[in-house]
């Protein structure tokens, strides 16, 4: 494995109620896909931030210098994590809702009727009902989802086909939330390209999985939910193209910003969301600096930073890979998901394309509401797991009735998997 012992305790160092919950007892957590857990260095950043430097940002006086620094520090975090060029490139928002909505709102600026807007049957619906808007106002025609294949990957032929000259966006989600089921990002900005269209990605499911570099992608925008990726609540973050960000109409109190990201994210940003996200950001990165030895003469066009960052992305990768197998397929003496009796796995099951998925999986026991597994799950054996509503475009597309998810981040451990289908494997015999 990639991660040795050693560092899998300190990765649990770094995330104190990884498994312990607050009160003391031994858990396991499978319920990254709401959110993850904080990292300890990212809670203590936002304390201090919020305590020792609570003032408003600006050249008046050291505190408030350094508020600004705190900011300006945030913004070149996010601009390496996402390889985005500068930090002028990256706004700070609430949530990626809410900068999906200013996109969308900003693009709708230049839409007329004749113009269709491409999206998937795998979205999380804060990234169609902003689209859907566009078109039920009257600003954009029509909206257009591509289909899924049975396993719950992207039919790139049907998506290919729905896409023309009118197409004014193609919006998708660089993995679903439900199924984890990834999108072919590179592929599809092609298609956008050349279309002509623009190309925006809601990479909320992905960031805390494996690297998103959005000059490589080529993408116009990519919004992110810091909670998503260990760090705070309520603070999204973006990326998005230069000349797009100075030129474009975003929804704006119209004041004259002395930044371009001013008139993208309403009102004052919070500096202590960005201190946390900076924090997170160098914990990924010293997790890169613990395997950077396996990693000789890679990445080495960037600089020390970037360079950690995607070590760090790529480790996060390969490591939840033997996650999903072990997940999917279970041990010698246990059944994994596919191959459990009684069990309804949706998504896809092919360990040999775990290139095309993200750890999150969704599934059913014969007989029992996703409710009463995942009750039984929480009560027994102190799994962190739920059965809900996902907001995904893929619940009506699947006739799904809220399966339960688990959802795996680096922090689990193979032990965990075993536990974890260990628990299942008497839960759906009785
Ligand atoms: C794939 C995906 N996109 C967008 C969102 C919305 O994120 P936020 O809560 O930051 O608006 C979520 C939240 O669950 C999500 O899973």
Redesign the pocket.
Known sequence: MIFDDTLIKQIGIEFPYAHTDPWGNKRVFLDN???TLIVKRAADAMYKASLEFSSSFGPAFPESRIVEEMQENGYQAVSDLLNAGSRDNIVLS???????FQISYAIGNECNKRHNIVTTYY?????VNPWKELVRRGVAGELRFAQLHEDGTLDMDHLRSIVDENTKVITV?????LLGSKSPLKEIGTIARDVGAYYVI?G???MAHGILDVQDIGCDFL??????CFAP????FMYGKKEHLENMKPYSSGKDHAHPRGRWSWGTPDHTKLAAITAMVDYLAWLGSRVADKYEGKYTEFNDRIRMLKIAMDAIDLYEKDISRAVLTGFDDMPGLVNMENIKFYGLGDTNRLDERDPTFAFDVGGKTGQQVAERLVEDYNIAIRSIL???MSEDFFNLHKPVRASFVHYNTIEEVRYFLNALRTISKK
Do not use: C, F, R
């Not at 609430?94 to 999906?100: G, K, N, P, R, Y």
């Open positions: 896909g709401p959110g609430q949530t990626a809702t809410s900068l999906l979205e999380h619906l804060a990234n989600s660089a993995a679903s939330n809601d909320v499911h992905h919004a992110v939910s810091s909670y998503k609540k309520y603070s999204g996902y907001w995904s």
